[in-house]
């Protein structure tokens, strides 16, 4: 931790924009201090709630996203953005970005946004999103929502889990839905067909209808799908009607606080899973191995099947 | 391996489509059989040409990869397509996917198309595109072209290297150029500016070059910005004559073999973390520690990673 490092803390718990944005990158470059503050900020974390948006490329999530936060803005609630964009360095997404889609919230500590640039795995982005979601929830927001494109399963998952998972969705979408049956109805809690003017939206609607129909899940909750349009704000009331029923089953269940396990089991999982590794690599016996694994590989005498379950047997027996 | 696995290996290395359609689907879902098939199949690999797309959605890389691989077929090669999506299940590509896109083509043992839908992680994702290539190679296909959106440096990393990376870009994609000095030009063999008939072609073009020049690297390669049409194909031998001198210059470099040891570590890595990963959660002392972990989690008493401090403490002597 740096010498301001109780600063920067304090200022995070405090809601100052500023000690946010650079406990953020911290935790976004992986600085030695991240851990620390992340640490230290925990027992402060689990009381947003966090929604997340997926849907794929051209959906409207932003459209849909900006004007949730106008509306929970208008009714006083404080509001931490992820936008993540696992597109990046492509996507106009993370480009635009922070500030420029929600030109009408002033600058306020009551409001923060933060776009995410996916460089490398998708497993570490969503660790990363998880941790500065933690970051947010900290800070003392009340709501925090989570935009990903497409990938929502592994985007949304353990580290980065939410309460309530909007997916979004357009007329033009109908020829994918059968695509969608394997993934996408497990992790749609609310399902929206945006842009309900154009042609084929009754259609699509009725379609994820029987579709969740077909798979209903356990839980008690029956996911509702909102006909609406983002950009002119029609039938956009019935979302967040949609919305609030969603918490509210999900606060008299439990599922809330359970969430914030979940997130630290993926946590800890993720956190022993790559210091052991990072210290299995590093021992001197395993270089070796590995180095005489790749000499034997460049020989053409082996495959990397037969090395891994070699190294596996040579260090095996240590470890039980 | 079912009883019928040397007759499935057998038809593989001998270019059966059908064999080479069941061999995938085993690595796709990670069946107890896909390790001995591809440990079976490595001899035979390291022979194809491979060859990875990427760019931002609707930059026209499906367009490109059809008239490559179009152009390929009537030289007589021998042709893989992969076509991951990180976006499935939501986009096209993978529902149109595998026959659609290459009507031209008749079915014939020369060529093979196969689309990948992302579930789970990109890492994972990555390694079985690996994977599904390695069977491709092994099937004795002359080049495989390997289709990612966006996210390139993840798919394309490691366990899926390539030889040749081509970033296709189009007019448009002007404003996102500067977000892309990342990493983007760091992954690109040869660029495309396609539908260079639009405005901004000839800027767009500019722009990378003069980026390109900037991160000049030192392995005496400089990457060529090409201003095409995939659609109409303008300019497209100028594409090909750029893949071309790429080819050329990996194979006299010594990078074409070096990649499939490349490949080779990259699996060895992965392989034994991930049995390494499995066997320590399943060990009753180490599944007693994290339950007194999640317990005192659940009790508000500490954070994820002191527990994951304690419990690598806890196991770290024994493995040293």
Redesign the interface.
């Known amino acids: 931790m740096q010498p301001n490092g109780h600063q920067l803390i304090d200022g995070l718990l405090r809601g100052d924009r500023a000690s946010l944005a650079r406990a953020i990158s911290f935790v976004e470059n992986a600085a030695p201090s991240s851990?620390k503050i992340?640490?230290a900020v925990?027992?402060r974390t689990g009381k947003a709630y966090r929604i997340g948006v997926t849907?794929?490329?051209g959906a409207g999530k932003s459209t849909l996203v900006s004007r949730l936060v106008g509306e929970l803005w208008s009714e006083g609630k404080s509001i931490g953005v992820v936008a993540v964009d696992?597109?990046?360095?492509?996507?106009?997404g993370?480009?635009l970005g922070d500030r420029v889609r929600f030109q009408e919230i002033p600058d306020d500590p009551r409001f923060f946004v933060r776009s995410m640039?996916?460089?490398?795995?998708?497993?570490g982005?969503?660790f990363r999103t998880g941790e500065v979601c933690d970051l947010l929830d900290a800070s003392g927001k009340d709501v925090l929502v989570i935009e990903t494109?497409?990938?929502g399963?592994?985007e949304l998952d353990g580290a980065a889990a939410v309460h309530t998972t909007v997916v979004v969705l357009v007329p033009e979408?109908g020829?994918?839905v059968?695509?969608?049956?394997?993934?996408?109805m497990e992790i749609g809690d609310v399902f929206t067909v945006n842009k309900a003017d154009r042609v084929g939206a009754d259609r699509m609607a009725r379609c994820v209808e029987e579709m969740l129909h077909l798979g209903a899940g356990g839980d008690g909750w029956k996911a509702p799908v909102v006909l609406l349009s983002a950009l002119s704000g029609d039938s956009f009331p019935l979302f967040l009607d949609a919305l609030r029923r969603h918490e509210d089953h999900i606060r008299k269940s439990g599922d809330f606080a359970r969430l914030k396990?979940e997130?630290?089991?993926a946590?800890?999982?993720e956190?022993?899973?790559r210091?052991?590794?990072r210290?299995?690599?590093k021992?001197s016996e395993v270089e070796c191995s590995?180095e005489e694994?790749?000499a034997q590989?460049?020989g053409?005498k082996t495959?990397?099947?037969?090395?891994?379950?070699r190294?596996?047997d040579q260090?095996?027996r240590?470890?039980?």
Chains 1, 2 share one sequence.
């Open positions: 851990m992340l640490d925990y027992p849907g794929p490329p696992p597109s990046s360095p492509f996507t106009r993370a480009l640039a996916s460089r490398g795995s998708s497993g982005l969503a494109v497409g990938v399963q592994s979408s020829d994918e059968q695509a969608m049956k394997a993934g996408l396990i997130r630290g089991r946590k800890i999982e956190i022993v899973e210091e052991r590794n210290e299995f690599w021992r590995f694994a790749l590989l460049a053409g495959t990397p099947y037969r090395e891994a379950a190294m596996l260090f095996r240590e470890g039980k």
